[in-house]
């Protein structure tokens, strides 16, 4: 039998609506809180994203900034970014607090941990492009450069490109998850995911392809990490599946027993 959840006191809809606007401007105040205390290093983060970059220019050259106000606005936009990213964890945090209340007991043993293991894989995704793929991609770039073409990369642009990358790998290690809940909602079944692993390593290729630059190094880097993160997911789903069934058969062995007592004599 399922617990019901904590409270079921139902709130009114203006609860609920005051409720997700404070939460709403909690969010907000952290994300600006951030951006102001990392505002004036923002020099420095752009110079430390750009380093994958910086390492393979030619000798004598230099990133450009075509734009008249880009050199500012592109270390604002970085700055803002990087705000965000840090504060996932009290975004998630301020949405658990919204959606809990409504949620089982065992449901909340469950989400915990996901949300966890959901803000360490996204930061594990962007720290492997950033350590990983960036070097090999921009090494590669840098060798086919033509002939007679300098290498003198767009501020802006570059931005756009890096951060385009580092949101894709993020969610791309969120496949774990995704594969856990869809195991454990009860949408699919462990075999038949098993058996569409062929499918599934072909679209992790074929993501690969459509998210990274045209070059075989950066699509297999993206795809293979997918493949593999998909069979943690897998595995760790068919773990808590077979856990529940074995919960479940035991309750109901429980209750079979109970029913199947006689009633006690009647002094």
Not at 34 to 51: E, K
């Amino acid at each position: 039998m399922s617990q019901r959840p904590d409270s079921d006191q139902e709130m009114p809809l203006i609860s609920h609506l005051t409720e997700l606007r404070t939460r709403l401007l909690r969010i907000v105040a952290a994300i600006l809180l951030l951006f102001a205390g990392l505002f004036y290093f923002s020099q420095d983060i752009y110079a430390l994203v750009a380093a994958p970059l910086r390492a393979y220019l030619p000798e004598g050259a230099t990133m450009i900034a075509t734009g008249v106000a880009s050199p500012f606005l592109t270390p604002f936009k970085l700055t803002m970014m990087v705000a965000l990213f840090l504060s996932m964890p009290i975004i998630l945090h301020q949405i658990w607090g919204f959606i809990a209340p409504g949620l089982y007991k065992h449901e909340k043993r469950i989400a915990v941990p996901l949300l966890v293991s959901s803000i360490l894989l996204f930061y594990a995704g962007m720290a492997f492009a950033y350590f990983v793929v960036f070097p090999i991609m921009f090494g590669f770039f840098a060798s086919v450069t033509p002939e007679g073409v300098e290498m003198m990369t767009d501020i802006g642009q570059y931005l756009d490109f890096v951060l385009t990358l580092f949101f894709a790998f993020g969610v791309a290690f969120e496949i774990p998850i995704a594969t856990f809940l869809l195991i454990w909602v009860g949408i699919v079944d462990v075999e038949t995911l098993r058996k569409s692993r062929p499918y599934v390593i072909v679209g992790c290729f074929v993501v690969g392809m459509l998210l990274t630059p045209p070059d075989v190094f950066s699509q297999t880097l993206l795809a293979v990490p997918m493949w593999m993160l998909f069979e943690v997911g897998l595995l760790c789903g068919s773990m808590v599946k077979r856990r529940d069934d074995e919960e479940a058969a035991a309750a109901e062995e429980n209750d079979s027993s109970s029913n199947d007592q006689p009633p006690a004599a009647q002094p």
